[in-house]
């Protein structure tokens, strides 16, 4: 892990369309100093099924400090909470 890489402290969702049918939810990471990253975007592909992915925004400036890559994805709201928590519960370099 890089020395430069902070911890994580807290996370938020914001939710971007509220739209039904073209809903879509960023998911933010805030470190100790209080920036924020984009780490997870969930776009709705039909009514009441979304789908997660981590952001290019993470993966460019975390990506080769971390496990996750361009392939991590989820298909629930549940297992992207969990990621998320597990990441301000531990350092970045976990394996998810």
């Known amino acids: 892990m ?3 890489v902070p911890r994580f402290e807290a996370w938020e969702e914001q939710v971007v369309c509220p739209e039904r049918g073209s809903r879509v939810v960023h998911y933010y990471l805030k ?3 209080g920036t924020s990253i984009l780490a997870v975007v969930g776009t ?3 009514i009441r099924h979304m789908f997660y992915v981590v952001s290019d925004e993470f993966l460019h ?3 080769d400090d971390t496990s996750i890559n361009v392939c991590t994805k989820w298909r629930a709201r549940r297992e992207v909470v969990d990621w998320l928590t597990s990441v301000i519960s531990r350092p970045i370099d ?3």
């Open 61 to 63: 400036a975390y990506g």
């Open 2 to 4: 890089s020395a430069n």
């Open 94 to 96: 976990i394996p998810i």
């Open 31 to 33: 470190n100790t100093s």
């Open 44 to 46: 709705e592909r039909s």
